[in-house]
């Protein structure tokens, strides 16, 4: 009798809870006006920006990341792991150096096609609209359509239009209206300039922290549309600054990469000279000014 009594009472709930969810979910997606959709987006913008630091996140000169980043197989098996060092200098300065120190003590396959410097390590460096990197044979241009995607991506990320695009007048910022996505609540933010990419951006309601990012292009040689995902989790302050420790990507549907983060630094002084294709060349040839290339 008490199983029967619990069943009705939960046969009578399940329509009020289905009737509040609907009403809700209608109340989530109510359209609205361009001039009101943009100052909702840029309402949830402001409150991320506080959730990552405030000032601290806004005023940081520089960061270097270290850990291990993996590539994988369209069956999901590990291309191999190394050790990754990013170092960025805003605005629009990148370094990442491949360490190819082995974390097994099987043999794995490196994650990239990369020949090794006599460091036993690859750099790439990014500055604007040119790029660099340093393996086995010196120092080669990257190609033309890996440095256009990746800016592409770059002009559309969290860290630049937070910090350098809110003013710009070719930003256009849509509310999408909230979403569920891995069981948290998030904010849709629609970010786009007339550019050939378009970039969501997902903020968790609760924490205010971005939970990934969707980017769509179109491939220039297949016409098709693509999508990259990159998921942001595991955050921790450092230096007053709100960071995500583990960064996953995806390519239609697939895992491409990850990057487990073990150690950050904020505003380390970082030369301008490492984001520079004389610095590569410097390093290329035993150079003694790049003391900072390493943490």
Same mark, same amino acid.
């Given at each position: 009798?008490? %199983?029967?009594?619990?069943?009705?009472?939960?046969?009578? #709930?399940?329509?009020?809870? !289905?009737?509040?969810? =609907?009403?809700? !979910?209608?109340? *989530?997606?109510?359209?609205?006006?361009?001039?009101?959709?943009?100052?909702?987006?840029?309402?949830?913008? &402001?409150? =991320? #920006? &506080?959730?990552?630091?405030?000032?601290?996140?806004l005023?940081?000169?520089d960061? +270097?990341?270290?850990?291990?980043? @993996?590539?994988?197989?369209?069956?999901? @098996?590990? +291309?191999?792991? #190394?050790?990754?060092?990013?170092?960025?200098?805003?605005?629009?300065?990148?370094?990442?150096?491949?360490?190819f120190?082995?974390? $097994?003590?099987?043999?794995?396959?490196?994650? %990239?096609?990369?020949?090794?410097?006599? /460091?036993? =390590?690859?750099?790439?460096?990014?500055?604007?609209?040119?790029?660099?990197?340093?393996?086995?044979?010196?120092?080669?241009?990257?190609?033309?359509?890996?440095?256009?995607?990746?800016?592409?991506?770059? #002009?559309?990320?969290?860290?630049?239009? $937070?910090?350098?695009?809110?003013?710009?007048?070719?930003?256009?910022?849509?509310?999408?209206? !909230?979403?569920?996505? *891995?069981?948290? &609540?998030v904010?849709?933010?629609?970010? =786009?300039?007339?550019?050939?990419? /378009?970039?969501?951006?997902?903020?968790?309601?609760?924490?205010? !922290?971005?939970?990934?990012?969707?980017?769509?292009?179109?491939?220039p040689e297949?016409?098709?549309?693509?999508?990259?995902?990159?998921?942001?989790?595991?955050?921790? +302050?450092?230096?007053?600054?709100? /960071?995500?420790?583990?960064? %996953?990507?995806?390519?239609?549907?697939?895992?491409?990469?990850?990057?487990?983060?073990?150690?950050?630094?904020?505003? @380390?002084?970082? @030369?301008?000279?490492?984001?520079?294709?004389?610095?590569l060349?410097?390093?290329?040839?035993?150079?003694?000014?790049?003391?900072?290339?390493?943490?």
């Amino acid at each position: 009798m008490r %199983l029967a009594v619990r069943g009705c009472a939960r046969a009578a #709930i399940l329509p009020c809870l !289905l009737l509040f969810c =609907s009403t809700a !979910l209608a109340q *989530d997606t109510t359209v609205l006006a361009p001039e009101a959709s943009d100052a909702r987006a840029r309402q949830v913008i &402001q409150q =991320s #920006i &506080q959730a990552l630091g405030g000032a601290a996140y806004l005023d940081a000169q520089d960061s +270097t990341r270290t850990g291990r980043f @993996s590539r994988f197989e369209h069956n999901g @098996s590990v +291309t191999g792991t #190394i050790k990754m060092v990013v170092m960025n200098k805003y605005p629009g300065r990148e370094r990442i150096e491949y360490i190819f120190k082995r974390y $097994f003590d099987a043999f794995l396959p490196l994650p %990239l096609e990369a020949p090794l410097h006599t /460091t036993n =390590s690859a750099l790439e460096v990014h500055n604007g609209a040119q790029g660099w990197i340093l393996g086995g044979g010196g120092v080669e241009d990257l190609p033309r359509d890996v440095l256009d995607h990746r800016e592409q991506e770059r #002009i559309r990320s969290v860290n630049v239009v $937070f910090r350098e695009r809110l003013h710009d007048p070719d930003l256009i910022l849509r509310y999408a209206g !909230l979403d569920v996505v *891995d069981l948290k &609540q998030v904010d849709w933010i629609e970010v =786009s300039d007339g550019g050939p990419y /378009t970039a969501r951006f997902a903020i968790e309601h609760s924490t205010h !922290l971005p939970n990934r990012v969707v980017y769509h292009f179109r491939d220039p040689e297949s016409k098709q549309i693509m999508e990259e995902i990159e998921y942001y989790s595991n955050y921790h +302050t450092f230096q007053g600054v709100v /960071t995500p420790m583990q960064i %996953l990507r995806e390519h239609n549907g697939w895992l491409t990469t990850q990057f487990f983060i073990e150690e950050v630094k904020y505003n @380390s002084g970082l @030369s301008d000279a490492m984001f520079t294709r004389e610095g590569l060349e410097a390093m290329a040839h035993g150079g003694k000014g790049n003391k900072n290339a390493k943490p």
